[in-house]
């Protein structure tokens, strides 16, 4: 768990996760606009596309008994993400997106509950299933499942901020470089986009506020040296 905090680091820490859960809204919020103008009064089935997304993550974290499986966990955090991106949708069109989400999120404890790799790989493909449960019981997106899904893979909220605004602007990096008229080249020197993703979020070191547009500089150029 997070450590204890004094007064002003607790104020310092509890406005910078505020101010990552605002910025994940409102990137959130602009493509949903995209998509349709009034996305909030459309009833889309937002908990069927986690509850979706819930089991391709399975797949990508292994889970057939009947042969070898080598889970990459690179792209079920990207999956994780994925299901950010539904849920964020969610709570926006519900107007349940208060302070205390980033708390949730903040609070993970990231510490495994077994030292043994097959108990804690089984807790996560628990924690996954329970979550997928959780949106088809109630059709719509209840957080605390989705705390103990990070919690179980590991994932911290400077992990999942990170990985959202890089999906966000990749998407964005896709679609200004011809996505859409089939122009984009999704592999670039013999590697997906993704994998250049994941390489590039782990070797930038910026401040949160200055993250989207240092990432997408650094796509920019690995994808014009090919």
Not at 27 to 45: F, G, K, P, S
Not at 87 to 110: N, Y
Not at 123 to 141: N, V
Request: hydrophobic share 40%; proline share 4%.
């Amino acid at each position: 768990m997070p450590p204890p905090e004094n007064s002003s680091s607790a104020s310092n820490q509890g406005q910078a996760r505020y101010a990552m859960l605002q910025t994940m809204a409102q990137m959130q919020d602009e493509h949903n606009t995209l998509v349709h103008a009034q996305w909030r009064t459309q009833d889309y089935a937002y908990y069927r596309a986690i509850w979706v997304e819930c089991a391709e993550m399975l797949d990508h974290f292994g889970w057939k008994w009947w042969k070898k499986q080598d889970g990459d966990l690179d792209q079920v955090k990207l999956e994780l993400v994925d299901i950010w991106h539904f849920a964020l949708s969610e709570l926006l069109r519900q107007d349940r997106l208060e302070d205390s989400v980033a708390d949730a999120l903040f609070a993970v404890d990231t510490a495994p509950a077994s030292d043994h790799k097959d108990e804690q790989e089984e807790r996560f493909r628990l924690a996954i299933e329970a979550l997928a449960q959780a949106c088809l019981r109630t059709r719509s997106f209840e957080l605390q499942p989705f705390v103990d899904a990070m919690a179980a893979l590991p994932m911290t909220l400077d992990e999942l901020f990170a990985l959202y605004i890089g999906k966000n602007v990749l998407n964005g990096f896709r679609q200004n470089n011809g996505y859409q008229s089939g122009e984009y080249r999704k592999l670039w020197q013999g590697r997906e986009d993704n994998e250049h993703l994941i390489e590039v979020l782990s070797a930038l070191t910026v401040a949160p506020s200055e993250l989207p547009d240092a990432l997408y500089a650094a796509l920019q150029q690995r994808y014009d040296a090919d």
